[in-house]
């Protein structure tokens, strides 16, 4: 599992209220990312981060802002929740090398926005 | 936009045949293709890298192809088991280390005993 933790596995939240996932590895692998995974929609990225304090903007970041103070730690904030945020959030690394970004996933974060 | 797209969202089939389920890729052109499996409730697990100047590769019971004139890629498991049983992610990336791969819907293989 290369080493990956993601808390909270689940939360219920009210729509407005702020947010914040975390994820945590112990490798001290430099790539970091956070998809959502939808029904019919597979997996999106969000954000990832190449290095502490070294983010870029996925597909789907309108919404979401990330910070990287540490190596280890990747954290996704949803500032102000709405329903439409409603789904399952996946934090993963790569192994970097030959130029590929082969990843490795957390267990995941499902959020409910009522 | 690039696009993967996995034709079956699910694909059932006798234990001990061979399941083949196919990634297409449009507007863009990866350099390499992935396959991921996913089990329900759980992170997606990498099982298998192909690059664009490898035509197959194999790993045990499975197997990657990769069509550039096709685009597209197939991939198979042979002598199917009901623990194969799970949602496969395609995911198409373009050669470089940051995270860019595109991920197709997956497709759900049920394999019956």
């Known amino acids: 599992d290369a080493g990956i933790t993601q808390s909270p596995r689940h939360k219920v939240t009210e729509t407005g209220t702020p947010v914040t996932l975390r994820c945590h590895q112990t490798e001290n692998h430099r790539y970091m990312y956070w998809y959502r995974q939808d029904p019919g929609h597979g997996l999106r990225l969000i954000h990832y981060s190449y290095g502490v304090k070294d983010t870029d903007k996925g597909e789907v970041s309108d919404g979401y802002s990330v910070s990287r103070s540490k190596t280890e730690d990747f954290l996704l904030t949803l500032e102000s929740a709405t329903s439409s945020q409603t789904s399952v959030y996946f934090c993963?690394?790569?192994?970097?090398?030959?130029?590929?970004?082969?990843?490795?996933f957390g267990p995941g974060t499902r959020l409910t926005v009522l | 936009s690039q696009k993967i797209e996995q034709n079956s969202e699910a694909l059932n089939i006798q234990e001990g045949k061979t399941a083949t389920l196919t990634c297409n890729y449009t507007n863009y052109s990866p350099a390499y293709l992935q396959w991921y499996r996913q089990d329900p409730g759980r992170g997606p697990v990498f099982l298998l890298l192909?690059?664009?100047?490898?035509k197959e590769k194999r790993k045990e019971r499975l197997k990657v192809t990769f069509d550039t004139t096709l685009k597209q890629s197939l991939f198979h498991i042979t002598a199917s088991q009901p623990a194969d049983s799970a949602t496969y992610l395609c995911a198409g990336g373009l050669g470089t280390n940051a995270g860019k791969s595109t991920f197709g819907d997956g497709t759900t293989l049920t394999v019956k005993p």
């Open positions: 192909i690059r664009e100047n490898e």
């Open positions: 993963a690394i790569s192994l970097t090398g030959e130029g590929t970004d082969t990843q490795y």
